[in-house]
């Protein structure tokens, strides 16, 4: 790992071996071999000569199995009975050079874009600038805009994830390297404070590789929410206000005299401590723990952020005048040695008040506190109304400057974050609601067996209950410990929404919601605990009911549902109330796993034209949340494609969606990176809303129809392996990790909803990750090959012809393109001479080659379908990015495969010590952090 040579880091693809594009590519390429060397320099200092030459010589061997030099059999052979104290430092190398790659990609691709902009050339898609551009063409009038922008709302939504197991001093030491490699790249050989940049990597390094990747304990809820608030400080607090004020600014001036985004377009949001399905772990107390967590975090950086505020408003009343209104508020302080500064004092009236509210809602106080016996705000609007009292006071004396900087991000961040830092989502199964709801019907007497109903009789029943104020329990209700549960988490919700307002729960979600009484159940819930009440003319119900469609036969029934909803006139009532704002939430990750990747996407582009067509018709505006995971076999790909293949309609200037695992790392873990890709979700956003994205035109129902028939294809296919094959479950359980990852300590939630052996049962990230690890990457591919070949097989017309029309589908339409890219992208990742390496963890040789012999074949077929259907032999021809990551990391990656398969062995075996289970949790974060979104 001292020297990573040219031949090992040439790039993929013709286009990428020409000169131009090794030229392009060679500041990249100086990285990894510096980073390389000094992390193979502190494995020789730090574990000596014989871990070196063995890591060394794992890399180097790896490299000759790409080069077909030698058999994969001999670099598994070197790892056969290697003693665990061996075992541990080269997974950890090999770990630590994944993660420092990760650093020299990430500051490639911002070296690129600086390249790009300084040649004068037009700005790439899926920024902000080409969107405008765009926007500005179309010719679009005002009163369309602001009316399509109407609630208009971006929502990357913060969720826990088991394949995400780094600590916080990881994710500092990595930040630092970051920091460095970008300032080496920008020219500079030492730091602001003359610290030589080499010898300082050489020192973060040395840090990360004496700092312990993981935890030894069970990552627990409290840490997953900490991560998620970490999330703030490293770069939300700064990028949201920022691209928030910048967009309503751009738009504005693209149509003046409109009051566009009037509310913040980004707003965060959050699951983790909200979402108990399947999760016994979240309790009431932690739904307090999330959201308070979540307004100290806030409060606390608006209390800092005060008192920066301070020390840089000395003006002095002898040199200036202010407003009126600034000299009110300063009068609220009567510091002497401050009289001649209204700005600080007047900020110390804030400080004050910003302290007596912390005081009043916090259960634990923050720094910079000021007691000046003021009241407190009530909401968040009164402090900003505060602060634009100073805004508008700074600008009268031509102190602009002053005002766009500190105070202008406060302003901002307080209208974004309010008291509530972020909006945290309930989410609960539809099955515990029905068992809930039926025990408190029977307890008030209104019913003593509610689940005998038929659907009709469910709904009247609910209905009426809801009609009434009339609580079903109170204090001296005797409730099982499932319901005093579910209802004691329901008002700690309703705490955080009287305490930090509306914000801190704007959602409950119902997961396998497939009923209009899933619905109303849901809601008897928020009305028992005080936050839902629709029996007179004006309903309040702060928490929208969101409806979960999951698997391939909920996301088909998914509109009926909804305009069955909307047909309950209390229900109606409840969404007018709100706004006419009804969101639905789709999900990819148990219809993949119900169905396969293409009927999956097929599924749920098909119920959000329905559900479009639902919204239209009852008057409606439709809101859809994502429940897309990082790998694309949970609906993750990149995400300006995926916004754009969306149907026509469907994102209406609304979009949320999960972000999860590695990829909340990936993606918003520096300022740099958040910017990045809020900028491509809003641009995607804004494009989706007002121009015509889809291409298909008047020949949109053929191309319905050829996906139709496609996609039942793609099903049958992925059913016959995975329903239908006899021994199925044992196999992927034997040559995989999934039982792994259920025992080891890497994550708070169960891997299964209930301790069986079904794979329905199976929760999709164990599912995806475990495949993801094996290298098989199974959900994001199987199926869609045999589907492919036998539709172009059948039918009246010609193969050629057939051939044809998928390729026209693939240049004119986003969503095909989209999901045969995202599938190539998920083909180029697999490897099932790797996966074969897997298969032999399966002792029964008959079931190995039943199953393991259809995976090879319908790989084999996909990726042939892929380049008839494409016309392109280089599966990652329109990802160069990823092209080079996979042809520059991937041999990295062997060794970890290779040790995983022989720590799995010895500890099914009986092996089952502390170190071995270390080295499999290990050799599982490593393959995460490479692949970047394997779960």
């Known amino acids: 790992m001292v020297e990573v040579s040219d031949t090992a880091l040439e790039p993929i693809g013709d286009v990428h071996r020409t000169k131009l594009g090794r030229e392009a590519t060679e500041p990249m390429r100086a990285d990894i071999r510096l980073l390389g060397a000094i992390l193979g320099d502190t494995v020789r200092e730090q574990n000596g000569d014989e871990i070196f030459e063995l890591v060394e010589r794992a890399r180097v061997e790896s490299f000759r199995v790409r080069r077909s030099e030698i058999d994969r059999a001999e670099i598994s052979h070197m790892f056969d009975g290697i003693d665990i104290h061996q075992a541990l430092p080269v997974i950890r190398a090999f770990t630590h050079f994944a993660l420092l790659a990760n650093v020299a990609e990430d500051i490639h691709r911002e070296r690129r874009r600086g390249i790009h902009v300084a ?35 971006v929502s990357p939504v913060i969720t826990a994830h088991p394949t995400e197991t780094r600590r916080r001093t990881v994710f500092v030491t990595q930040h630092r390297i970051t920091e460095l490699v970008r300032l080496r790249a920008e020219g500079h050989t030492e730091t602001d404070d003359g610290r030589s940049i080499e010898l300082e990597l050489r020192r973060q390094i040395l840090t990360l590789w004496q700092t312990a990747l993981i935890r030894l304990s069970r990552l627990q809820i409290s840490d997953e929410i900490a991560v998620g608030h970490r999330m703030y400080p490293q770069a939300f607090f700064k990028v949201v206000p920022q691209i928030n004020a910048e967009v309503r600014e751009a738009l504005r001036e693209l149509w003046p005299g409109t009051d566009l985004l009037s509310e913040p377009f980004v707003q965060p949001g959050s699951w983790i401590g909200g979402d108990r399905d399947g999760n016994p772990n979240v309790t009431a107390d932690v739904v307090r723990l999330a959201t308070g967590g979540a307004a100290y975090t806030a409060l606390a950086h608006y209390l800092a952020e005060l008192d920066q505020l301070e020390q840089e408003l000395s003006m002095s009343s002898r040199l200036l005048s202010v407003t009126p209104e600034l000299a009110a508020l300063a009068d609220g302080c009567q510091d002497k040695a401050r009289d001649d500064e209204p700005y600080r004092r007047a900020v110390r009236v804030i400080r004050a008040r910003l302290s007596a509210t912390a005081a009043a809602i916090l259960d634990r106080q923050p720094q910079h506190l000021l007691d000046l016996d003021l009241p407190r705000y009530q909401d968040p609007a009164e402090l900003r109304a505060d602060l634009d009292t100073i805004d508008a006071s700074l600008r009268t004396h031509g102190s602009s400057l002053l005002a766009d900087d500190r105070l202008a991000l406060l302003r901002e961040g307080v209208h974004v974050f309010g008291f509530h830092l972020c909006g945290l989502d309930l989410r609960q199964n539809s099955d515990v609601h029905e068992e809930v709801v039926a025990e408190l019907l029977a307890w008030a007497g209104v019913h003593h067996d509610y689940r005998s109903l038929p659907e009709d009789q469910r709904v009247e029943l609910l209905a009426a209950e809801l009609g009434t104020r009339r609580p079903l329990i109170g204090d001296r209700g005797q409730l099982s410990d499932l319901a005093r549960s579910e209802l004691e988490i329901v008002s700690a919700a309703a705490y955080a929404v009287r305490t930090y307002g509306p914000a801190a729960v704007p959602n409950y979600v119902i997961s396998m919601c497939r009923s209009v009484s899933d619905v109303l159940e849901t809601a008897i819930l928020l009305k028992e605990a005080g936050l839902l009440d629709a029996s007179g003319d004006e309903p309040y119900c702060p928490v929208g009911i969101s409806p979960l469609f999951e698997t391939i036969d909920d996301l088909h029934n998914g509109a009926s549902i909804l305009h069955a909803m909307l047909e309950l006139p209390l229900y109606r009532k409840i969404v007018a109330a709100r706004g006419d704002f009804q969101e639905v939430m789709l999900g990819y990750s148990d219809s993949n796993k119900d169905g396969g990747y293409l009927a999956a996407n097929w599924a749920v582009y098909r119920a959000e034209l329905a559900l479009v067509e639902t919204a239209r018709k009852t008057g409606i505006r439709l809101r859809l949340f994502h429940g897309r995971g990082g790998t694309v076999g949970r609906g993750g790909g990149p995400s300006y494609q995926a916004i754009l293949a969306q149907p026509p309609g469907a994102v209406s200037g609304s979009l949320r969606l999960t ?277």
């Open 659 to 935: 972000e999860q695992g590695e990829v909340i790392a990936a993606k918003y873990a520096e300022p740099q990176l958040a910017r990045r890709n809020l900028e491509s979700l809003l641009a995607a956003t804004l494009e989706s809303t007002l121009l015509d994205v889809e291409g298909l035109g008047d020949t949109a129902e053929p191309a319905y129809a050829v996906l139709e028939e496609v996609a039942a294809l793609a099903q049958r296919s992925y059913a016959e392996l995975v329903h239908e094959t006899d021994g199925f479950v044992e196999y992927f359980k034997a040559s995989t990790p999934v039982s792994e990852i259920g025992s080891l300590n890497i994550g708070s939630r169960p891997s299964s909803r209930k301790p069986t052996e079904s794979i329905a049962d199976l929760r999709a990230i164990p599912w995806v990750l475990a495949w993801s690890q094996s290298r098989v990457m199974l959900p994001g591919w199987y199926g869609t090959g045999s589907a492919f070949e036998q539709w172009v097989q059948a039918g009246p017309e010609s193969e050629e012809d057939r051939l044809a029309t998928l390729h026209d589908l693939y240049q004119r339409w986003p969503f095909f393109r989209s999901v045969l890219s995202n599938m190539a992208q998920v083909l180029a990742k697999s490897d099932l001479g790797l996966a074969a390496r897997y298969s032999e963890l399966v002792e029964d040789e008959a079931l190995r080659h039943r199953v393991f012999d259809k995976i090879v074949d319908e790989h084999r077929r996909t990726i042939a379908m892929y380049k008839r259907i494409t016309g392109q032999d280089d599966l990652l021809a329109d990802n160069p990015a990823l092209a080079r990551s996979v042809f520059n990391r991937f041999p990295y990656l062997e060794p970890l495969n290779h040790l995983q398969v022989e720590l799995l062995r010895r500890y099914r075996s009986g092996e089952d010590s502390d170190l071995v289970q270390r080295g499999i949790l290990l050799t599982m974060n490593g393959l995460a952090s490479a692949l970047r979104n394997s779960g």
């Open 119 to 153: 040649a004068g050339e037009p700005p790439p898609h899926s920024t902000l600038a080409a969107t405008y551009l765009k926007l500005k063409e179309a010719d679009l009038d005002s009163e369309t805009v602001a009316d399509a922008l109407r609630g208009a709302l």
